[in-house]
C-alpha cells in the first residue's frame, strides 16, 4: 500500500559528506512525520533524525550540528543531508514514514528497505 525507496547510501571518507534520500508513494492520504533511523552490526537501529508536518524536527545527539533532515513535502520526499562524518556513523540506515493510507484512514508505520552507509579510509 506504502512504498518507501531510499537511495543516496554508499562509502565516504572521515569528514566527507552523503545526502540520503527517501520517497513515499502509494496510497497516501497524509504523511504525519518521516525519518531515519539506522543500526550498525550487533547494535539496536537508532532514531536518527525526525521531521513532522510543519517542520519540526529532532535529531539524536550523536548527530547535531552534523547532519541535517529536510523536505516532507508535496512529493513526500525527505532528504538527510550527513557532513563531517565519522567511522561511527557507519550503519545501515532505514527510512521511516508514518502514514495515514488513503483507503481506510488508519495511520501505519512504514519502513524502506534500508541503504549502506560506510565511512572509512
Known amino acids: 500500500q506504502v512504498q518507501l525507496v531510499e537511495s543516496g547510501g554508499g562509502l565516504v571518507q572521515p569528514g566527507g559528506s552523503l545526502r540520503l534520500s527517501c520517497a513515499a508513494s502509494g496510497r497516501i492520504f497524509r504523511i504525519n512525520a518521516m525519518g531515519w533511523y539506522r543500526q550498525a552490526p550487533g547494535k539496536q537501529r537508532e532514531l536518527v533524525a525526525t521531521i513532522r508536518t510543519g517542520g519540526s524536527t529532532d535529531y539524536a545527539d550523536s548527530v547535531k550540528g552534523r547532519f541535517t533532515i529536510s523536505g516532507l513535502d508535496a512529493k513526500n520526499t525527505v532528504w538527510l543531508q550527513m557532513n563531517s562524518l565519522k567511522a561511527e556513523d557507519t550503519a545501515v540506515y532505514y527510512c521511516?514514514?508514518?502514514?495515514?493510507?488513503?483507503?481506510?484512514?488508519?495511520?501505519?508505520?512504514?519502513w524502506g528497505q534500508g541503504t549502506q552507509v560506510t565511512v572509512s579510509s
Open positions: 521511516n514514514a508514518v502514514v495515514v493510507l488513503s483507503t481506510s484512514l488508519l495511520t501505519v508505520n512504514r
